[in-house]
């Protein structure tokens, strides 16, 4: 019987065969894609004849899929990639701005007042540091002498400077002012300069530094290998602190004027002055100006190359107002930068040598990147989480510096004197902050060693120029000029008497374009979205003659239909339990009419057609069945005719039938 209706659903499947949705279960659908689909592989694996073909078209037909997998993985990886494309062209360009400062900061007879107790003090360091058998000198010694008779809140007790002498297992420190000593066995940090060895290692000099005063679980000692380096380092701390605490406009009078700095200026052979150029005060350079700033005009452009089509002008740069300990070399800085860039000196400055004539050959090279997805650039830095605390064009310096600044606040509690002040802040004192410079340097070497977030933080322009230099340098003026020169130099800046040029403080600077060959160097996509949709279309015709059609057909079978399949086979699971749960919860229900025929009690609808043919046959008879009621046999008494004969006579006959028939009534019967 079990044969005769697997046979007739087969035969019910032929004539009428089912589409995908409609497939009972995952291995109807397969086999119903496999016939209607157009990419010949799957249809091979269902109608080849025999066990060998089909295996043979299942490997090819799998192994064509995972060939188109690989490719499809290696084109899209390919549309993230990016190809550099450089291109040369010969136009007027665009001069850049040069920023010019001298190494000096500030005049030094203008600062004297504020610098006197630091001067006094370093001097007596410096002779504790390099005393000689001969006498000591009378200034020194009354430096000393008015150091000693000083306040006690001198700088020494302040940011103590010390000799440092390490023996094996300890290290006895020994205070330059007071000649203590002491031993200490805390952590050092070293800080030394490569090439510079004036002292032994056994014997070093330092500072210590503390984050929390009184505190001397907080301390550190900072160490040099240099003399020289430790005193100019120590005397840097004391003046970044003395002059943090001045107002930029003071500042500003004490720098140098354009006419003290600049000479004489030509460019292209027309002649400028101090006029051209714009004043960018600079917390450690001081006054610094930029030529061809941009601002209030439109930049300058040059349409030739060499050196007479420049920037040409002499520097004066005034030893008698040096600082001896904070400008230890004499000369100017200058940065070549686009005029929307800020100019960093302390980073990216060239330094001019005075008594010399420096030309610098310049190449401009326009650098342009590709942003998201196929690099972290960005265009203008809106979106990075650190402010912009230059005004200027977005560039990675400028994030780096503002980086940290914001760190320096955060952790620190005060800003750091180098870079601009941002909002709600204020520059660090150790009045106010005393453990600022022990804090300053812990940010300072996390920077260096790449800890803070800053370098991740902050990712490169996506356009920037960049400009190369060449630099030569010859002696200016030559000795048979020397005299011509400087009386001409004289006289044109109205100097005579005792105030007149000398050699050693005169610098001659060109700077110009060694040609008008501009060098761009773009990044450019290798594939667009267009390209990429083709790759796709070939890869699938050549593997599986298949289109952008049989994707879409693929998506329905095998994740819609199928997903529907799985759904309403769980859901017919949900109903049998939940109908099981029911029956066995609630009392048989009586589902037989009088006259004994079985009757549908659900008030679901009627079975599919499929569900149909999944019932079990009818069985041949109903053991089961109850049967006839002979109560309805019985004649009513509403029918009866009221006299007393046929009320016996009924009475007589009902209770014969109700009574039982016994073996006995059978037996007296025959």
């Given at each position: ?32 894609y496999c016939f209607n689909t157009n990419t010949h592989g799957c249809r091979r694996i269902v109608v080849s004849k ?463 374009y060694r040609s008008l060959n501009l060098r761009n160097i773009t990044e450019t996509a290798e594939n667009n979205i ?141």
């Amino acid at each position: 019987m079990e044969s005769g209706t697997k046979r007739l659903k087969e035969k019910i499947k032929e004539k009428l065969p089912v589409t995908g949705p409609q497939a009972e279960s995952i291995s109807e659908l397969v086999r119903w894609y496999c016939f209607n689909t157009n990419t010949h592989g799957c249809r091979r694996i269902v109608v080849s004849k025999g066990r060998l073909r089909r295996l043979i078209w299942l490997v090819l037909t799998f192994g064509a899929v995972g060939i188109i997998i690989w490719q499809c993985a290696l084109l899209i990886a390919s549309y993230y990639t990016a190809s550099v494309t450089i291109t040369v062209q010969f136009q007027e360009m665009t001069f850049p701005a040069v920023t010019i400062c001298n190494m000096n900061p500030y005049r030094y007879n203008e600062t004297r007042h504020l610098l006197e107790q630091l001067d006094r003090e370093t001097l007596i360091a410096i002779k504790e540091l390099y005393r000689s058998s001969n006498s000591p000198d009378s200034r020194m010694a009354r430096a000393r002498r008015d150091a000693a008779e000083g306040p006690e809140t001198g700088l020494f007790r302040t940011i103590p400077l010390l000799r440092i002498e390490v023996s094996p297992g300890y290290t006895i420190l020994s205070d330059l002012v007071t000649k203590s000593h002491r031993r200490y066995n805390g952590t050092f940090r070293t800080r030394s300069v490569p090439g510079i060895r004036t002292l032994n290692r056994a014997k070093t000099i330092g500072f210590k530094l503390c984050e929390k005063k009184h505190d001397e679980s907080t301390c550190d000692i900072y160490t040099f290998n240099s003399g020289t380096t430790a005193i100019q380092e120590w005397y840097r701390l004391h003046y970044l602190n003395i002059m943090a605490q001045v107002p930029e406009q003071t500042k500003v009078q004490m720098g140098y004027s354009a006419h003290d700095l600049i000479l004489s200026c030509s460019f292209q052979g027309q002649r400028c002055d101090s006029r051209n150029f714009r004043l960018m005060h600079h917390p450690l350079h001081g006054n610094c100006f930029t030529f061809n700033s941009g601002e209030g005009s439109s930049a300058l452009r040059t349409n030739s190359g060499g050196s007479e089509n420049g920037l040409k002008m002499t520097l004066h740069i005034n030893k008698n107002e040096y600082n001896p300990y904070l400008a230890t070399s004499m000369g100017a800085k200058i940065v070549v930068h686009d005029q929307n860039e800020e100019p960093f000196i302390e980073d990216v400055g060239i330094e001019i040598q005075t008594a010399t004539h420096t030309a610098i050959g310049l190449d401009l090279t326009v650098l342009q990147r590709l942003s998201s997805p196929y690099s972290g650039c960005t265009t203008d830095g809106l979106n990075l989480p650190v402010a912009n605390l230059y005004n200027k064009a977005y560039s990675l310096q400028m994030c780096l510096h503002s980086c940290f600044q914001m760190e320096m606040v955060r952790c620190c509690g005060c800003a750091h004197y180098e870079k601009p002040l941002p909002a709600e802040a204020e520059y660090c004192d150790y009045t106010k902050y005393p453990g600022w410079i022990s804090c300053y340097y812990r940010l300072r070497n996390q920077f260096i060693q790449e800890k803070l977030a800053c370098q991740k933080i902050c990712p490169p322009a996506c356009h920037s120029k960049e400009w190369t230099m060449t630099l030569s340098i010859a002696q200016w003026p030559s000795t048979p000029s020397e005299e011509w020169i400087l009386h001409l130099l004289n006289w044109e800046n109205g100097l005579n008497g005792n105030k007149t040029l000398k050699r050693d403080e005169l610098a001659s600077l060109a700077i110009f374009y060694r040609s008008l060959n501009l060098r761009n160097i773009t990044e450019t996509a290798e594939n667009n979205i267009v390209t990429l949709l083709s790759n796709f279309g070939g890869q699938l015709s050549l593997w599986m003659s298949c289109s952008v059609v049989c994707i879409i057909e693929i998506i329905e079978v095998f994740f819609i239909d199928m997903f529907l399949i799985v759904a309403r086979k769980g859901v017919r699971t949900a109903r049998k339990w939940w109908w099981r749960e029911t029956e066995e919860g609630e009392p048989p229900a009586d589902g037989s009419t009088d006259h004994g025929s079985p009757v549908f009690l659900n008030d679901e609808d009627p079975p599919t057609f499929n569900a149909a043919l999944q019932l079990p046959r009818a069985r041949a008879h109903a053991p089961d069945m109850l049967p006839p009621t002979y109560e309805t046999l019985r004649i009513r008494k509403d029918f009866l005719i009221d006299t007393p004969a046929v009320v016996s006579s009924i009475a007589w006959v009902s209770e014969d039938v109700s009574s039982p028939v016994t073996q006995q009534d059978i037996e007296g019967e025959k």
